[in-house]
């Protein structure tokens, strides 16, 4: 469902506020992208921004109210888009064929939102960016620490005045608030979450950047982390299939140039991970971040190590795949990628290497 007063607030941000048409334009002027999807395009102000900044747009949206809005609101404008019905999750749209995809505050409400991201990526041309403009509004419904800091800045007057003024019907911001509790990305901090899934599906250069004025961070059962209200994700896709690592292994005889190529990307990968692990400082590491998630200091505290060396072996972690960070302010906070995975791996190394638990096989 969708707001009847959005159409109104859409054209306020049009013709009032320039963030988006800033935000598209910093990241899109001078690239050699030629057309754009805007996927949930609501009362179009994505669409649009992006029409006018000359890139060949297409928008979908399932609600046809909001299409007219959309459609009536381009046409006021003199710009030429076209407008579509579908499902955002599953679009009925050819394999490879735009450059640019865009879907602003629209991931959170789908339902399998990690099956739209991998039918988004087949819709991309190699080298094309998907951009994510979403939030963790409803957070608070799953997490009592982001509660009280969202209470707080919505309690903010001049957040108080935006929020009206944008987004006004409150029955149907209260329809949206029990639409997301039976949502999935309910229950995740994002866009760690995005930022997981994505870097498994393929996507590369993926970039954050939060729409707060403050800083921000969550803290739960896996640690602290920081958690935006509102931010931006770009990731990319490779330009080309050999320049990321296909991890499904042969299943039957290649032609010896593909066989070589899968080897040489293997290499690579076990020879930086085998390196790391070797790593006394980098293995001591692994297993803090198991607990919670720290920065650079609470390492070096934690571990009795110098700043330097701790953030040495975050770095080799890093770059070996183990971990990602995110922005919290001036710091930048330290997580395992796949806590499970690092997880059974420390615990088949203490098996192994304790007679206690020498199993037959």
């Known amino acids: 469902m969708r707001a009847p007063s959005l159409g109104k607030a859409t054209e306020c941000l049009v013709n009032e506020n320039p963030l988006f048409r800033s935000l598209l334009e910093n990241m899109l002027v001078g690239t050699n992208y030629h057309n754009a999807l805007d996927l949930g395009t609501g009362a179009g102000l994505m669409a649009i921004e992006l029409a006018r900044l000359g890139f060949d747009t297409t928008a979908m949206d399932y609600n046809d109210d909001m299409l007219n809005e959309a459609f009536a609101l381009s046409k006021k404008l003199g710009l030429d888009i076209e407008f ?5 999750e599953n679009p009925l749209i050819r394999n490879n064929s735009f450059d640019i995809i865009v879907a602003k505050d629209c991931v959170w409400n789908l339902e399998k939102p990690e099956d739209a991201y991998r039918r988004w990526k087949d819709i991309l041309r190699p080298g094309g960016l998907l951009i994510i403009i979403d939030n963790n509004y409803y957070l608070y419904q799953t997490n009592p620490d982001y509660q009280k800091r969202y209470e707080s800045v919505v309690k903010e007057p001049s957040n108080e005045i935006k929020w009206m003024r944008y987004h006004p019907d409150q029955k149907m911001m209260d329809v949206c608030s029990n639409l997301a509790k039976e949502l999935p990305l309910t229950k995740e901090l994002r866009p760690g979450w995005d930022v997981s899934i994505l870097m498994r599906q393929g996507f590369d250069k993926i970039k954050i950047h939060s729409l707060d004025h403050y800083a921000f961070t969550v803290t739960d059962e896996k640690g602290t982390r920081g958690t935006p209200m509102s931010f931006i994700l770009t990731a990319s896709l490779p330009n080309t299939q050999d320049t990321h690592v296909d991890y499904n292994l042969p299943q039957s005889m290649l032609d010896m140039h593909d066989l070589r190529k899968r080897i040489e990307n293997y290499q690579s990968l076990i020879g930086n991970s085998l390196k790391c692990l070797s790593n006394e400082g980098c293995c001591k590491i692994l297993m803090a971040l198991c607990e919670t998630d720290m920065n650079v200091g609470q390492c070096a505290q ?17 770059t070996s795949g183990f971990v990602d960070s995110i922005k919290d302010g001036k710091e930048s906070i330290y997580y395992l990628k796949d806590k499970d995975m690092v997880n059974r791996f420390l615990l088949e190394v203490i098996l192994a290497k304790d007679d206690r638990y020498h199993r037959n096989y």
């Open 84 to 88: 579509i019905k579908g499902n955002i």
């Open 302 to 318: 934690l571990l009795n190590i110098s700043h330097a060396l701790a953030s040495h072996d975050l770095k080799l972690l890093k």
